[in-house]
């Protein structure tokens, strides 16, 4: 066997001691590694004290009356447990929620205050919520220590609707009746200082066009937007009644009144022409003996130049848009 040179010896020798290195550096790092562990097994294994921030939700509230001040959405807990424990609580407590039963509230005298005061004490409820904590960790403290609840008894009120709307009838259609309001009154619930200032409801400003049918049409109320107050419904429905009509027309016999004493009056035409709308299905029992045309002697801002004004003074309900034709007429008057 041909002998190592010495350049051959001195490669081999550094290849060796490089191994050594890498294996006492690889050693190191693992007991180092191990060092760690057991230094944070050691160090969060102790306890400690801190204050997480919860969510909060609040149960068991009294049915009958409604909270008119909100409560805190937050509450924050100082708490023992060990670093593991309370590590994981903070990391998780955002999205956590502490649910803190609100049934025995206590009931505070509050002076010149109309609404009803009462106050819990979030310290006496440390086992529930330790509970809900998990039993890894002691609960200390929470605050705020009180919270105060303001409230107000559930009351009910019945208000009219104020209909809001205008409608207009396609050619030849009018109203028929009377517009139905549904309902006309509704009944309100909330916090019996706020439906004290609620004398009625009104619906949007609303507009129907060329009506030709009875129809009912739907008509929202304006947006609730008074906090704790049940309207029950966000809408009415008005029906308005339509019928098609035609035009009619009649020759009505004047008559006098108030001829002075010992006197005779005569009117030239003693007949005036009248039209009217009315119906298609009254057209038939529409008679002359249905309206009354006068004149009045007796008012001398109807009289001009021996021509005085003949007024209308009656016509049945069923009739609209009645128009006297030539209301002016002539007249005479000669003593017996």
Not at 129 to 141: A, D, F, P, S, Y
Request: charged fraction near 20%; proline fraction near 5%; aromatic fraction near 10%.
């Amino acid at each position: 066997m041909k002998p190592h040179s010495d350049k051959e010896k001195k490669n081999l020798t550094g290849k060796f001691t490089l191994r050594r290195i890498d294996k006492t550096l690889f050693v190191y790092l693992v007991c180092l590694l191990w060092a760690i562990v057991f230094w944070i097994l050691t160090v969060f294994s102790k306890e400690y004290t801190g204050t997480i921030a919860f969510n909060a939700a609040f149960i068991n509230l009294p049915t009958n009356k409604i909270l008119v001040k909100d409560l805190p959405s937050k509450v924050f807990v100082k708490v023992k447990a060990s670093g593991f424990s309370l590590l994981g609580v903070q990391y998780s407590a955002d999205n956590d929620t502490l649910f803190i039963d609100a049934s025995n509230v206590k009931k505070q005298i509050a002076e010149n205050n109309p609404n009803e005061v009462y106050y819990l004490l979030l310290n006496n409820q440390l086992t529930a919520m330790t509970e809900q904590l998990g039993g890894n960790m002691k609960i200390v403290r929470i605050l705020p220590d009180t919270v105060t609840f303001i409230f107000d008894q559930i009351s009910q009120k019945i208000v009219p609707v104020k209909a809001n709307f205008v409608y207009s009838f396609a050619k030849q259609y009018h109203l028929s009746g009377n517009v139905k309001v549904i309902p006309s009154k509704i009944l309100i619930k909330g916090p019996k200082s706020i439906l004290n200032k609620i004398d009625f409801l009104e619906t949007e400003a609303h507009k129907i066009e060329d009506i030709e049918a009875t129809q009912k049409h739907i008509i929202p109320l304006k947006a609730n937007n008074t906090p704790g107050v049940d309207y029950g419904i966000s809408s009415i429905i008005a029906e308005i009644p339509v019928e098609k009509f035609t035009e009619g027309e009649l020759m009505l016999p004047i008559h006098v009144k108030n001829t002075p004493l010992g006197f005779v009056a005569k009117t030239f035409p003693s007949q005036i022409k009248i039209t009217y709308n009315v119906s298609l299905h009254e057209y038939e029992h529409v008679k002359a003996e249905q309206f009354s045309a006068e004149i009045n002697l007796a008012n001398d801002s109807d009289i001009t130049n021996n021509r005085i004004r003949v007024k209308l003074t009656k016509q049945p309900e069923y009739v609209s848009k009645v128009k006297i034709i030539n209301p002016q007429v002539e007249f005479i008057m000669r003593k017996l």
